[in-house]
Each structure stands twice: as structure tokens, then as C-alpha cells.
């Protein structure tokens, strides 16, 4: 190999001249001098000019035990000599059975049929399409619509898309979307029933939803929801009890709960999975970002034996399910897939989490005493810190300030990479951070939101 084949000079030209990024304004990105990332090493990320930057973000949410992990490297070797890729249409594989079968073990109660595919989006494009197919079979054709939340993300397809509730990504595009129910959801530092503390509402958010459903379920197939966390709408969470009473819900309408925990789960919020912080057996479950441990895209929806029994009939029922995608089970994501899951109890990763979880909320709770932070909200290992223009009256920086951006920007420059949700400054580390590597990162987008709001 020849690593000098390209000077980091020629890469950022070509980068320039025939790579576009996803969310990013290229006509911005052209004018900078881009990091170009060669190499990783445990929660680093190091670049062609040797720089390290610790990964802050989990290289988009999906990191879980570093990078480069010589176990994981090596399950992904070994799998490559065995077999690349087979299909699962018509054939069955050895990783992907293997998996679904240590996955069961694992998902909540009940959740025991897996359905593949490759990132989150198509695992959500699966959850909508199985929902209304299921209701199809049921006698229910008319159960069509969903009942999905303001600020929620699903992904970036079109399904996925209407069902989300984000308008700067999702505007654009209404007149290629179908039509949802839109709920309320809570986002208590700016609650839209004007309670200015959570512990006095009462939830009262939760009459709302009753509400649409009292009018709607009738015509829904299901209801979509983040679990705990809203992720990309700004790391919002959910008051204690939310999840479980939107689960009431659902049974008591008939409707189908599809719980998204693309970003929840593998540990993120302190448990496996988010709903098993409440108790919750949703009845139909998408998994991906954290699921091959950031190595590979993989992605399954999980349901129970109760919906996976609707759609069997003779062949000429038509009550297959009629979809599927071309790398659906790639064995050497299920091979990392796999391993990842034997660290996570080897290694007890989720009780090392509880003691990170607990002085990240301490470590966050002193952020909160800066002029500019208005809220700090917090879910396991994930966070948000979100940056106001005006503390007292909760007043916004404009978007068009690039508050996020900048304090980021600024982070990079001491050696930390995150990338913001707006004005939301987010935290969400490779779980196995050490407490060190996490206190250099409370650090550094400490002294970077001071230098960035406070000159
Ligand atoms: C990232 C994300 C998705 C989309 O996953 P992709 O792999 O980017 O398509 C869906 N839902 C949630 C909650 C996510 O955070």
C-alpha cells in the first residue's frame, strides 16, 4: 500500500470537486480547509496530517465500542474469508440466523421476528409498510394513517420523511409525502401548554394525544415514536412515564406502537433498549445505527409472532409481505453485529455505563450556570446542551447565527469533534469513552460555548 499515492491537498481538491456531503451547504464547505480522516483509534479519529479528534459523536451516533477494536476487526477478517455477501431472498445465511437468534434473547419480550435491511430509514420504511399490511390482513384497509410526533426524525427516504416532523429538513418535500396525524410532543424547556416545570403538568400532554386517538385510530394503522429521546429534533426528552402511558394508548385504541431505536438502541439511554426503561414491548421495533457497533450498515425491524402471523396464508392469499432490499442480512455487518453483542456482555458495557451516566449529568448541571445555556437535557449517554440568545425569556439564537456551527468549529480547533442540532450543542460519545476522554470533552465545548457566546 501506498499511503503517500495522495497529498492531503490533492484529497480536499477532489473532495472538493466530486464529493457532496449530506446536510451541508457546499458552497460553505468549498470555501474551508476540510479535515480528511485517515485513521481510528479507540474513540479517536485521526486525520492524514496526523491531527487526533476526539469522536464526540460517535461518528453520527453509531459508534459503540471505538474505533478499529481488534475483536470486532477481527470477527469482520475472519467473516471475509468464510463469505462476503449472500442474498436472503430464496437463500438463508449463517450470520444473519445467528443474530436474529442472540437478538431475541436480548429485545423485549415477545419481539422475536426480524426483518433485515440495511440503515435506518428503510428499517422504518419497513415498520410503516408492515403496520398498514397488517391492518390490510386484519380487514382493515382503511387503517392507513399514523399518528407521529412534531420534531421527530425517522430518516431521510420518503417514508420516512412524512412520518417525521422537522421542518427545515422535511418541508421541502410535503408535496411528495403523504399525510400524517401530527402530535404535540413534549419538549419541556419550550412547552407548548406553557408549563415552565415539569414536575407541576402533570403530563398533561398526554390529553392531546388521547384526543387524536379518541378521533383517529379508527383510520390508523399505527402510532411512530422515538422512544425516551427525540434525536435529531434536539435531543428532547421524554418526562419519565411518557412512553409507558403512550403505550396504554395504543392498546387501548388498537393501534400499532412502532417504537424507532435506530438511535436508542444498544445501550445509549443507560439500558439495551430505551423501552425497556418503562417496561414497554412496542409492537413493532426498528434497530440500526449502533447494531454492527458503527461498522457496517445494517438495520432490522422487529416484530412479534402476533403481526408476523397475519401475513402467512397460501400463496395465492397475496399476504406476502412484498419487500426487501438487495444487501438485506449482509453477513459481515452480522458478523461484527454478533460480536458486538458477546463485548457487551464480556466487557459488562452497560453496567460500566451508570457511573459516566451519572457524572455526565453532574458535569452537565454546572454547564447550566453559563449566561447562554438555557437547557441542558440528558438520556444516558446522550445529551444536548441548547444555546439561547437571551436566558430569562428563553429567546432563541436566529438560526442564521450558526451559533452551533461556530461552537463546534471552535471545539475542532482543541482536538473535539461534534456536530450541533441547530442551536443544540450534542454529546454523544462511543460508549466506551473513559472518564478521562468524557471530561475532556464536557472541557472543551465548555470553554468553547464561553469563547464563542460570552466574547
Ligand atoms: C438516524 C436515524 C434514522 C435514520 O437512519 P439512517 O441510517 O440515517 O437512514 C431513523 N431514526 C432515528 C431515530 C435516527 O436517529
Avoid at 375 to 394: P, W
Amino acid at each position: 500500500m501506498d499511503d503517500s499515492r495522495y497529498t492531503t491537498e490533492q484529497l480536499r481538491q477532489l473532495d472538493k470537486r466530486h464529493v457532496w456531503h449530506p446536510f451541508t451547504q457546499m458552497q460553505d464547505w468549498d470555501l474551508e480547509d476540510q479535515i480528511v480522516i485517515e485513521r481510528g483509534a479507540g474513540c479517536w479519529l485521526i486525520d492524514t496530517e496526523g491531527g487526533r479528534y476526539l469522536d464526540g459523536v460517535a461518528s453520527m451516533w453509531t459508534n459503540v465500542h471505538g474505533h478499529c477494536h481488534p475483536e470486532l476487526n477481527a470477527a469482520l477478517k475472519q467473516q471475509v474469508d468464510r463469505l462476503e455477501h449472500s442474498t436472503l431472498l430464496g437463500l438463508a445465511s449463517e450470520q444473519s440466523i445467528m443474530l436474529a437468534a442472540e437478538l431475541a434473547k436480548i429485545t423485549p419480550p415477545g419481539l422475536d421476528r426480524f426483518f433485515y435491511s440495511d440503515n435506518g430509514s428503510t428499517a422504518m420504511e419497513v415498520a410503516v409498510k408492515m403496520a398498514y399490511q397488517y391492518q390490510v390482513h386484519g380487514g382493515h384497509p382503511e387503517r392507513s394513517r399514523f399518528i407521529t410526533f412534531k420534531n421527530a426524525y425517522h430518516g431521510d427516504t420518503l417514508g420516512a420523511v412524512s412520518i417525521g416532523g422537522i421542518g427545515i429538513y422535511h418541508t421541502t418535500f410535503k408535496p411528495l409525502m403523504f399525510e400524517t396525524i401530527q402530535a404535540s410532543a413534549p419538549y419541556c424547556y419550550r412547552c407548548e401548554l406553557g408549563f415552565q416545570d415539569q414536575r407541576s403538568c402533570g403530563m398533561r400532554c398526554m390529553d392531546a394525544l388521547e384526543s387524536l386517538l379518541q378521533e383517529h385510530a379508527g383510520l390508523c394503522a399505527g402510532l411512530v415514536i422515538e422512544p425516551l429521546l427525540q434525536g435529531a429534533g434536539g435531543m428532547l426528552v421524554q418526562p419519565t412515564g411518557f412512553l409507558a402511558a403512550v403505550r396504554e394508548l395504543c392498546t387501548r385504541y388498537g393501534v400499532l406502537m412502532i417504537a424507532d431505536e435506530v438511535a436508542t438502541g444498544f445501550g445509549r439511554t443507560g439500558s439495551m433498549f430505551a423501552c425497556q426503561r418503562e417496561n414497554v414491548v412496542p409492537d413493532i421495533m426498528a434497530l440500526s445505527k449502533g447494531i454492527a457497533a458503527g461498522y457496517l450498515p445494517l438495520a432490522v425491524t422487529v416484530t412479534t409472532d402476533h403481526v408476523y402471523s397475519a401475513f402467512l396464508g397460501s400463496y395465492s392469499d397475496l399476504k406476502t409481505f412484498f419487500h426487501g432490499h438487495t444487501f438485506t442480512g449482509n453477513p459481515l455487518a452480522c458478523a461484527v453485529g454478533l460480536k458486538s453483542l458477546e463485548l457487551f456482555e464480556r466487557d459488562s458495557i452497560i453496567d460500566h455505563l451508570q457511573h459516566k451516566i451519572e457524572w455526565l449529568e453532574n458535569r452537565l448541571k454546572l454547564l447550566l450556570e453559563m449566561s447562554h445555556v438555557g437547557d441542558v437535557r440528558q438520556c444516558g449517554m446522550a445529551a444536548g446542551i441548547e444555546l439561547v440568545e437571551n436566558k430569562q425569556t428563553r429567546q432563541a439564537y436566529p438560526w442564521e447565527q450558526k451559533i452551533g456551527i461556530r461552537v463546534c468549529c471552535e471545539a475542532r480547533k482543541s482536538g473535539v469533534f461534534s456536530r450541533p442540532l441547530g442551536n443544540t450543542i450534542v454529546i454523544y460519545p462511543p460508549l466506551v469513552i473513559s472518564e478521562s476522554e468524557l471530561e475532556l470533552l464536557l472541557d472543551v465545548l465548555q470553554q468553547s460555548i464561553k469563547k464563542v457566546t460570552e466574547s
